[in-house]
């Protein structure tokens, strides 16, 4: 074709192995949740009020606040994020509430 | 700005929010196609080679489509109240993004007129309500297919057909319309025959099933101010019918096909059967001082499953569990018959067909959980009249030449 | 957040992550560029920001908590994983407009017209590196696809480079990549715009403007690497409006300032490469973000001390929530840059070094402490816990300057004097400076110095003709 331009894509493919998650609980009856928060968003707010419904429908239910860990974001959060999975076993976390997204 | 021969389409497959294409996620498909928004199919037989290639990429229904051009998708989303981006959700079982510019190249290749694009987005609106089940409806052995019911001013305006031959053809609302959403629902939510869909036998109904009410000849309430809606709105109900049953006659014979084993789903899931109610026999009922409710109540009253035949029937008898069924029909069950539905506001009545002097209605019994009956109301853009007027001139000056 | 989420899951934790509701469609993507395409979500409606305590409540009560149930003890979602072409395969033949028309309907062009990336061009551009196309510089999220030499060419083709400034883009994406910087942030909401700061003999070699119109358009090199920038954000890092870029106004790619290292070196003093520890001499360049700013206009004075308190007060009435940066999100972060024209810095270096005039601002350059506060957490909702400059000291995050309990007190800026940035360039002949505002860690300045390859200068020649 005249005056044709052969042209590439000018991105690259995703290079991220995707990984499975982990396990999820059968019940969180007896089990540690801990909640992890980057500070914004009024995560402070709402998890209490997570806490809350959850004791009352898990028996046994136990909760980790954010301040075991730091913040996730900031400048410390590299540091935070390193240390986190040592932390979620030291302190038997069962699960992660993670906020906020907005 | 394109050579003579060239088609810019929109590709019209799903998206999931994650990037990955819903092609991509059951095998290989058929035939490849570039994983980006926009392709371009040249030469001069360019339109051939979209049929070819789209029936060969699965994303037909068997039918020849349209090719969903950007000149054509663009016409059609000058109809669209929202953005071209905009998400309303993710179609069942395969999560792909109904956007509103992929739902308008859907409809654009069912043959949709742009001024369809309001109707077509309230009825995925329907789909997507988790009432409908939609997940269900696309992966089950059963023949279910969505009933599309269009009511209010823009079904006159858009000249959908509640009269004559209103479920058969002939009719290019009726027939894109419904068509559309089986598109979106085929290639938004990768619901393909054989591949995620086992139907036994599936319907003809699966093609396009959209007829709009009888306003004329509808002596009640339209469906839309049944559902809440002002008079003067405009709105779409969507039922899961497993399938449309003709009857010809009155209420009686309604009720005698609502008493059988036809209902058999309908009563397991206490599902909303509809009746689709021949003008006569409407006028009739009117006459007799009967309004909807006193209707509901007859056929829920004489449609009755005999009990003997529900307790041997194959349902009973080989597919559900003991004390399977809802307490209501059990209760039923102990003092006489079983009614079609659980209640008689569970029946949903409208009015459509051609008026002649033997009444042909339609009875179309609800399959799966939970029940449902769903309404949405049209929403037009702001210059609908004006728009509408324009695409009534452009296709008049279109056929003039 | 998902990152943290991403963390956990990798050590064994299921986890749910909590979304208000306009931000479901952004975590999916980021979620795949994390490695884990099929995160647990669950929704928060609306925006948190504009409920009550009580909407808010009932929102979480309402919607929320039956998805944290579902997300930690329901089923997995299956993954999927989007299939991409190969990045050296033709995908389309046509003309100039058609290959335009088909890269803007596909997301792959910024909204002008892009030279198209055909296979001759694209060697030309990697004539000039000595390294293989195929070398992986570095690995970008939020997409997380990698960033090749390949790819940086083809985008410097479109971007509308010429083939030399090769070895400038490379180092570009290398301090794109490198941790420190932050580019994962490059699609927030705030929206602010990287500012590429150019140092070396190669300002003179390759044309780059320096003087008046410094921040304009219309010279070859600044323009076009600088819409290269934000071509590669888009195209390799992935961020695109409305859908990974969610700044709310965001601005448009800025031109590469390319400091006066003439007048830098009459006045003795530093470059912006050099204070960042490049050697004396080298090729760098120097990215960083900056939410906005201002230009300081008719800087009136013949001494330091006369020009200084105007440009001081420039920086304290531009400092807003970016203080942020300085105590609260993070600390010591907060790198404001200033630009003096050639003749306000040689007013300036008369009396002063470069040095001087940090620790002047550091001294000078104040904001009542209460009004410090206002923008951290009482007019925004940006730092929980409604900690005082005061509290910050005792916890060590803020140095003595910051220390006392009147509201009324002036506090620095920043938490040492070399943290205000200064760069020289401009009209040599005017008396107007340019303030640019910083977003802290979310774009922390990095340099990387520009390797041109062997024969770099003779295939300049060759290709000057």
């Known amino acids: 074709m005249k005056g044709a331009y052969a042209v590439v894509w000018p991105r690259s493919a995703k290079a991220v192995a995707a990984k499975p998650l982990a396990p999820r609980l059968e019940t969180l009856e007896g089990k540690t949740i801990a ?68 | 700005m394109s050579d003579a021969g060239s088609l810019w389409i929109v590709i019209p497959t799903g998206q999931l929010a994650s990037g990955a294409w819903v092609d991509d996620l059951r095998g290989a498909p058929a035939a490849p196609f570039p994983r980006q928004r926009v392709e371009v199919v040249r030469g001069p037989r360019a339109e051939e080679r979209i049929q070819e290639l789209f029936q060969r990429r699965g994303w037909s229904d068997g039918l020849p489509v349209v090719p969903p051009t950007l000149a054509r998708v663009n016409a059609a989303l000058a109809f669209a109240p929202r953005a071209p981006g905009d998400v309303l959700g993710e179609i069942e079982p395969l999560k792909g993004l109904a956007t509103v510019e992929k739902i308008a190249a859907n409809a654009v290749m069912a043959g949709c007129r742009p001024e369809y694009l309001p109707v077509v987005l309230a009825a995925v609106a329907c789909l997507l309500d988790p009432a409908f089940n939609l997940r269900g409806v696309q992966t089950t052995d059963e023949n279910v297919a969505p009933l599309l019911l269009v009511s209010g001013p823009v079904a006159l305006e858009l000249d959908v057909n509640g009269s004559f031959g209103a479920l058969g053809p002939g009719w290019q609302a009726n027939a894109a319309i419904g068509r559309a959403i089986r598109l979106v629902m085929h290639n938004l939510g990768g619901g393909r025959p054989g591949v995620v869909g086992y139907a036994g036998l599936a319907q003809p109904g699966r093609y396009t099933l959209c007829l709009a009410e009888n306003a004329e000849k509808n002596p009640w309430e339209p469906l839309h101010v049944e559902a809440g809606l002002a008079a003067s709105a405009s709105a779409v109900t969507l039922m899961r019918a497993e399938t449309v049953i003709n009857v010809t006659g009155g209420l009686a014979e309604i009720a005698s096909v609502m008493g059988t084993a036809a209902s058999g789903f309908g009563i397991l899931w206490s599902g909303r059967p509809t009746v689709l109610l021949a003008p006569a026999v409407a006028a009739d009922c009117a006459r007799r001082g009967m309004g909807k409710d006193a209707v509901r109540q007859f056929l829920w009253r004489h449609g009755r499953w005999r009990r003997e035949e529900w307790r041997t029937s194959w349902l009973a008898t080989r597919i559900v569990a003991e004390g399977g069924w809802p307490d209501w029909v059990e209760e039923a069950a102990r003092t006489g018959n079983i009614p079609a539905a659980r209640t008689p506001d569970d029946i949903v009545l409208c009015v459509a067909g051609g008026d002649i002097p033997i009444p042909q209605n339609a009875y179309c019994p609800s399959w799966g959980f939970p029940p449902a009956r769903i309404t949405r109301e049209v929403a037009l853009p702001r210059d609908w009249t004006a728009l509408l007027t324009a695409a009534r001139d452009a296709a008049d000056a279109l056929a003039a030449n | 957040m998902l990152r943290a989420s991403a963390v956990a899951e990798q050590a064994g934790t299921p986890t749910s992550s909590l979304c208000c509701e306009g931000f479901l469609g952004q975590a999916k993507t980021i979620s795949v560029g994390l490695g884990y395409p099929n995160l647990a979500l669950a929704k928060v409606p609306g925006h948190v920001d504009v409920q009550t305590a009580d909407e808010l409540r009932a929102n979480v009560l309402g919607t929320t908590v039956a998805q944290v149930i579902d997300n930690l003890c329901g089923e997995v979602a299956a993954m999927q994983i989007a299939t991409d072409p190969d990045p050296e395969e033709i995908v389309f033949e046509g003309s100039f407009e058609e290959v335009n028309r088909l890269f803007l309907e596909n997301g792959w062009s910024d909204g002008l017209p892009i030279v198209p990336p055909t296979k001759e061009k694209i060697a030309s551009f990697l004539a000039f590196t000595d390294l293989p196309h195929e070398h992986a510089i570095g690995k970008l999220p939020p997409d997380n696809r990698i960033a090749t030499v390949w790819n940086v060419a083809v985008n410097g083709v479109m971007a509308g480079c010429r083939p030399e400034y090769m070895p400038i883009l490379v180092a570009l994406v290398e301090a794109m990549a490198d941790p420190q910087y932050g580019v994962e942030h490059s699609g927030n909401t705030p929206g602010a715009e990287t500012q590429i700061v150019l140092n070396g003999p190669i300002i003179k070699r390759l044309g780059f403007n320096y003087e008046q119109g410094a921040l304009r358009d219309g010279f070859q090199p600044n323009t076009s690497i600088g819409r290269f920038w934000r071509l590669y954000l888009r195209n390799v890092a992935g961020f695109l409006p409305h859908q990974n870029d969610k700044g709310t106004f965001g601005n448009t790619w800025r031109v590469v300032l390319a400091e006066n290292e003439d007048v830098l070196a009459r006045i003795g003093w530093p470059t912006v490469a050099a204070d960042m520890g490049v050697a004396a001499g080298e090729n760098a360049v120097t990215i960083s973000r900056f939410t906005g700013g201002n230009v300081i206009v008719s800087v009136f004075g013949d001494t330091a001390e006369k020009v200084l308190p105007y440009l001081g007060n420039a920086l304290v009435s531009h400092s807003a929530w970016e203080l942020i940066f300085t105590v609260g999100m993070a600390s010591g972060t907060y790198r404001p840059l200033l630009i003096l024209s050639p003749l306000i810095a040689e007013t300036i270096a008369k009396t002063m070094t470069k040095r001087d005039v940090q620790q002047w601002l550091f001294e000078n350059a104040r904001m009542p402490a209460s009004l410090f506060e206002k923008y951290l957490w009482g007019w925004t909702n940006l730092v929980p816990g409604k900690r005082t400059l005061n509290d910050w000291v005792r916890l060590g995050k803020l140095p003595k300057a910051f220390a006392g309990n009147d509201p009324d007190r002036l506090v620095p800026l920043v938490t040492k004097p070399e943290h205000f940035m200064i760069a020289v360039a401009g009209d040599p002949l005017r008396s107007n400076c340019y303030l640019l505002i910083h977003n802290g860690i979310l774009g922390f300045p990095v340099s990387k110095t520009v390797r041109l390859p062997p024969g770099w200068a003779e295939k300049l020649r060759d290709a000057q003709g």
Not at chain 1, 63 to 87: I, N, Q, R
Request: with cysteine; hydrophobic share 45%; net charge negative.
């Open chain 1, 35 to 102: 909640f992890l928060w980057d500070n914004l968003f009024r995560g402070d707010e709402i998890w209490p009020i997570l806490k809350a419904e959850l004791s009352q429908r898990y028996r046994g239910i136990r909760f980790v606040d954010h301040d075991a860990f730091g913040s996730t974001h900031g400048d410390e959060e590299h540091l935070v994020l390193a240390e986190m999975p040592e932390k979620l076993r030291a302190l038997k976390i069962d699960a992660v509430v993670s906020g906020m997204g907005c």
